[in-house]
């Protein structure tokens, strides 16, 4: 039997569901996973409200990234695979005992790299790569602002910045600067009003780069810190999660905004980065991923980064692990691990 948790609707964390159903076979071209880890990002809280841009109908599985091994191949598929573990994107269904993945997404995991520190940088390891060097294109020397240096995007964009040489300014509510300040960068609090004034502070002549999840009105303040020659690097519209209406308003309203401050002639870039952009392309689009999850699976795996996980708690505890990480009070990422506890009878039931 596959164990899995279900969204039904725009419901509280507490409206989760456990369920039970058989065991799928795997395609063409599929890998039945068991899911080792899964991680609670900030796609999973926009959907539990309605508000991710291109969430499926309700009800479905949430999960947007796993880790897992192996344990049967479907027609097409080499069965040597069985056995040895991995890391994929799925953008729904990582939260189940159970996943069905197409092979061609599949990425190894070194040995000897733990499961749950390995899911954390699954979409925030790609996320935080591809926005540094595929679209920012940061060189050692430069100073950039990263906004929620304490999340899981965030702890990662900060060390794999300061691996590639680059200074890291970081926004973050002071009870996480500490933290923040372990990781190597300079922590600002997010909340104080003078915060660009701080900002240019210590970066007199604008920030080469400012990664941005937050939106909203706060992103001209984003902008108007880089350096002529600049580049903004939005991700995320958090500011309107809680914001009744259109799922898709604020992320055409942003993308609207960017465009014209592409036109304007003063050098600097502004871009709204899509992990899923060039998918149409899947060959190339699967390398992609294999090529730059790779790269940070092999930092993590070498000791040069280190996975920041805000807490482990499992799978039937979802609603405990979807509250915490939109608490705002961990730093880190909060996964999903694989536990015993669903019922038999295949019979939904709230989760804990």
Not at 309 to 332: F, K, Q, W, Y
């Amino acid at each position: 039997m596959i164990t899995e948790v279900v969204l039904p609707g725009q419901v509280e964390p507490e409206g989760l569901q456990l369920r039970t159903r058989p065991l799928p076979e795997p395609g063409p071209g599929q890998a039945l996973v068991a899911v080792e880890a899964s991680g609670v990002s900030f796609a999973e809280q926009q959907m539990r409200r309605g508000k991710y841009y291109d969430q499926p109908p309700f009800p479905f599985v949430p999960g947007y990234d796993l880790v897992g091994t192996v344990v049967s191949t479907g027609p097409g598929v080499d069965p040597a695979l069985r056995g040895r573990r991995f890391a994929a994107l799925t953008k729904i269904g990582g939260w189940a005992s159970h996943a069905l993945v197409g092979a061609g997404d599949l990425v190894e995991v070194p040995e000897g790299v733990d499961p749950a520190e390995a899911e954390t940088v699954v979409v925030n390891g790609i996320t935080a790569w591809q926005m540094l060097h595929r679209v920012a294109k940061v060189r050692p020397g430069m100073t950039v602002l990263v906004h929620g240096a304490n999340g899981g995007v965030g702890t990662t964009l900060v060390q794999l910045a300061r691996h590639a040489g680059v200074k890291v300014i970081g926004t973050a509510s002071p009870r996480h600067h500490d933290a923040v300040r372990a990781l190597g960068a300079t922590p600002l609090d997010y909340r104080d009003p003078d915060l660009p004034g701080r900002v240019r502070a210590l970066a007199p002549g604008g920030v080469g780069a400012v990664f941005d999840h937050i939106g909203g009105e706060g992103i001209v303040d984003s902008y108007r810190l880089l350096a002529r020659g600049g580049t903004l690097v939005s991700y995320g519209t958090a500011a309107t999660r809680d914001i009744p209406g259109s799922s898709r308003a604020p992320v055409l309203k942003l993308l609207a905004r960017l465009a014209l401050w592409n036109l304007l002639p003063n050098g600097r870039g502004a871009h709204f980065y899509n992990l899923w952009a060039g998918r149409r392309r899947l060959a190339a689009y699967q390398a992609r991923i294999r090529a730059d999850l790779g790269q940070v699976l092999a930092l993590l795996a070498s000791g040069e980064f280190t996975a920041v996980v805000a807490a482990r708690i499992p799978l039937s505890d979802a609603a405990e692990a979807m509250r915490l990480a939109e608490s705002g009070t961990v730093t880190g990422k909060v996964v999903l691990v694989a536990d015993q506890s669903a019922r038999p009878d295949g019979e939904e039931e709230g989760v804990r």
